[in-house]
Nanobody, 121 residues
């Protein structure tokens, strides 16, 4: 299983950014792709997740990045659209794959390399 995250970059506060996570190597469609982020000096936190089979979604309680998660079956890609970005959203964003639809990072076994998002104030 391989996950490749991309789409990060520098954006001004109030702007938008869409991250993508391309997945490969799965032997079935019964898994979850989640997005997490780790800001400097902080713990990694959950952002959103989507069930590949059926498209059910799960967000952080605060929807902390004002995001929308979606998937493209044909492209085997999960998208994370983020709007109204703030400087405190600056972090490395990771996508990960797991068997269950949960918010804990410990429920995800496979991780991509991360993509840096920097929001300037």
């Amino acid at each position: 299983v391989q996950l490749q995250a991309s789409g990060g970059g520098l954006v001004q506060a109030g702007g938008s950014l869409t991250l993508s996570c391309r997945a490969s190597g799965f032997t079935s469609a019964d898994y979850t792709i989640g997005w997490f982020r780790r800001a400097p000096g902080k713990e990694r936190e959950f952002v959103a997740a989507i069930r590949w089979n059926g498209g059910r979604t799960l967000y952080a309680d605060s929807n902390n990045v004002r995001s929308t998660i979606s998937r493209d079956n044909a492209r085997k890609t999960v998208w994370l659209q983020m709007n109204g970005l703030k400087p405190e959203d600056t972090a490395v964003y990771y996508c990960a794959a797991g068997n269950y639809m949960r918010r804990s990072q410990y429920d995800y076994e496979n991780w991509g390399q991360g993509t840096q998002v920097t929001v300037s104030g």
